[in-house]
């Protein structure tokens, strides 16, 4: 980073700390004597307990207007706009800025040691301690009103499951500190971890080509390298992932919701609304118009939407860590360690696979939220997104194997078999209509559970493995030999009766397990026993053929 | 022909079949008891949608589910006992489970993050444990069901001791 040496020597915590006799400060100043000086093994200064910057209290206010803005119009309705009533609104807007002023006053953050400490002393003094060691991930993202007076939101993702109680937010920083904030929390907690001898695990995996990856376990100079820039073209692929295809009948169900909320305020009750709908269903003709509008709109504000969102999408290598940022009106970067991928996913529906293009994330240990966090292209062709993760995590090359036929009658009759039951028992009961509509999806069915077939496949190529299924949505996982953390083989009756099985790799990242369904009995667990052949290979039966622990 | 696995070396505590029989049984009557609800309230509600050959035999519900699951409630546990083995040995715990459907677990001891001993009342009435194997994924852990107290607390022992051993941090 270049602004590096200003951001050091910020004015915002002078202003603010010589004024407050801070609680925090003197925590910090025990923590910093017993560390021995400002110069941190990490390379990093020593930071004083900061605060966020004084601009945040000119976004509060306007943020909380809209929660505002009810009770003060109640106020002023109430108070029949008299003088008084006035004073009354002006006291509850001053009190609520008043109130994000001592919020920010009593609010200050600093890195102590091995630790972040977020401390609040507003009623009661509470401090939140995040050890650096399990940072797993830095965001940074610019909303617009931050982004007008030069600030960001960092969001500090430590892995805990325990939904968004363990995180730490960090809301109004100046952007080059957030940025600056970023790399000091990044690299010092890889630091951190590194002092044990976690080094040989971490460099005994395998290791794609390139030198600099490595390199970049000391505390180097943070080097750049864009990966990644999508061009714009690309985002007219977006609607072929019917991402936010149902945008228009969210903001039509917005709007009527509104209109229920703010109508009562202005005289408009359920009665007005009732006799609306009544007008509008004796006009089918117009009602089918409008289905029709919305119907057009869903490609359209799909695309839109999508477009907004990853507007200038740009992946590149920050020091250890990935860096993917994205959006037009938000900017939200996502920083992932590098140390703590474990590999890739790849997604394409129906549509998608037609235009050859596909989406791409990140397999993290202990990233929340992974499908939103861990994307790491937007909709591309597929050619690319392969290139891009090859060269970011790692290549795969090794050529999927097929599932025995016995899968395809099995994903071919849980396809088919639904809509025959749910046929046959309306044809029954006499329900024509619903009957014949069970037959028309059992007959979609069919090509449904060929895909299905199509799309199973396992490899490993001795140094990841894969696996792929699903159909409408199909995704592939690839995931590194050394994250699976167990097996788990299941045998249903059914699928003994046709002698295959699912195999499952646990892996303690991403969505936990990644299945290769209805492989082979022999396959299946001979894929297990190629991956590891050590845990393998003492529970295998048919000595002739047991794979001999020559790896590892 | 199953799957190339031999079987893991130990069995469950016999008492274990005692623990599945209760269990059997107690579904058992949750699902007739609940079939007798339902048959009493499609009887009353006098709905015209339901055909007459349905609502005319509609107490043949709970009897036919009562025979077709009373053979069930013998068979399970038994064939659980025939299926219920687990095995610790090159520091990896092998462990297979199920009766109508089965399922292999492998869980090496270097990626074990918790190990729990639990015993429910009934458990602990019988002399029995559970031994739950945690790992950093819902797919490599593992849960051995019916085990002799003694055993489970024996081997929930060696498992911690030895995890802390090969404590390994890839994950």
């Known amino acids: ?552 | 022909m199953t799957a190339p696995l031999r079987d893991p070396a130990h069995r469950v505590s016999r008492r274990a079949i005692t623990l599945w029989l209760t269990e059997a049984l107690f579904g058992f009557l949750l699902l007739v008891g609940g079939s007798a609800l339902v048959a009493s309230w499609i009887a009353a509600s006098g709905w015209s949608w339901v055909p007459t050959w349905i609502s005319d035999h509609i107490w043949w519900l709970p009897v036919v589910i009562a025979v077709v699951e009373l053979p069930f409630v013998v068979i399970e546990p038994l064939w659980r006992y025939a299926v219920h083995r687990w095995e610790l040995s090159g520091d990896v715990v092998y462990a297979r489970s199920g009766w109508f459907s089965r399922q292999w677990v492998f869980v090496p001891v270097s990626r074990i993050q918790t190990v729990d001993k639990e015993q429910g009342w009934f458990e602990r009435l019988l002399g029995l444990a559970t031994v739950e194997i945690r790992t950093a994924s819902y797919a490599g852990s593992s849960s051995i069901k019916g085990l002799d107290a003694g055993v489970a607390a024996r081997l929930a022992e060696d498992l911690a001791h030895r995890a802390h051993q090969l404590r390994d941090d890839a994950t």
């Open chain 1, 1 to 552: 980073m270049t602004e590096d040496s200003g951001a050091s020597d910020r004015p915002e915590p002078s202003t603010g700390s010589s004024g407050v006799p801070d609680p925090s400060g003197f925590l910090g100043g025990a923590g910093g004597h017993t560390s021995g000086g400002p110069q941190q093994p990490g390379g990093a200064v020593w930071v004083p307990p900061s605060r966020l910057s004084p601009l945040v209290l000119l976004i509060d206010p306007v943020r909380m207007l809209p929660s505002l803005f009810l009770p003060l119009v109640g106020v002023l309705f109430v108070g029949g706009f008299s003088p008084s009533s006035f004073v009354w609104a002006a006291l509850g807007i001053v009190g609520s800025v008043g109130y994000t002023a001592v919020r920010w006053a009593t609010f200050t953050y600093q890195v102590i040691d091995d630790r972040l400490e977020l401390t609040r002393s507003l009623v009661s003094r509470s401090v939140r301690t995040i050890p650096l060691d399990r940072i797993r991930g830095v965001d940074v993202t610019t909303p617009p009103l931050h982004r007008l007076f030069g600030l960001a939101v960092v969001r500090i993702d430590t892995g805990a499951s325990g939904g968004g109680k363990q995180e730490g937010e960090l809301d109004g920083l100046p952007l080059p500190e957030a940025d600056r904030l970023r790399e000091t929390l990044l690299r010092r907690s890889e630091a951190a971890r590194h002092d044990p001898a976690h080094i040989a695990t971490v460099g005994g995996g395998s290791r794609p080509e390139h030198g600099p990856a490595a390199a970049h376990t000391s505390a180097a100079p943070v080097e750049e390298r864009v990966y990644v820039r999508v061009p714009w073209q690309w985002l007219l692929y977006g609607p072929l992932s019917g991402a936010f295809l149902l945008a228009p009948f969210a903001l039509l169900g917005g709007a009527v919701g509104l209109a229920f909320q703010w109508g009562s305020q202005f005289g408009l009750s359920e009665k007005v609304a009732i006799t609306a709908g009544e007008w509008l269903w004796q006009r089918p003709i117009l009602l089918i118009l409008v289905g029709i509008m919305l119907l057009l709109a869903m490609p359209v504000a799909g695309g839109v939407m999508y477009a907004v969102f990853n507007w200038n999408f740009t992946l590149r290598r920050r020091g250890s860590s990935l860096v993917a940022e994205r959006g037009l009106i938000t900017r939200r970067s996502v920083a992932l360690e590098h140390r703590r991928i474990r590999g890739y996913e790849i997604a394409d529906g129906v549509l998608e696979r037609r235009a050859h293009v596909v989406r791409l994330w990140a397999i993290v240990t202990g990233l929340g939220d992974s499908r939103t966090r861990g994307q790491l292209l937007p909709v591309t062709p597929r050619h690319f997104a392969t290139k891009v993760a090859a060269e970011a995590i790692g290549p795969f090359e090794a050529q999927l194997r097929p599932h025995p036929a016995r899968a395809r009658q099995r994903r071919l009759f849980r396809a088919v078999a639904p809509g025959i039951t749910v046929a046959a028992a309306s044809f029954l009961l006499g329900w024509a209509w619903i009957g014949l509509l069970a037959l028309v999806m059992a007959v979609l069915g069919v090509p449904l559970g060929l895909d299905r077939y199509r799309s199973l496949g396992h490899a490993y190529d001795g140094a990841r493995l894969s696996v792929r299924s699903g159909s409408l949505p199909r995704s592939q996982a690839v995931v590194e030999r050394r994250a699976v953390v167990g097996w788990t083989v299941r045998q249903t009756w059914f699928q003994r009766r046709s002698r295959v099985l699912t195999v499952i790799a646990g892996v303690g990242a991403g969505s936990g397990g990644y299945a290769a369904i209805d492989t082979g009995e022999e396959q299946g667990v001979r894929f297990a026993a190629e991956v590891t052949p050590d845990w393998m290979a003492p529970f295998l039966t048919g000595t002739d053929n047991a794979p001999s622990a020559t790896r590892n």
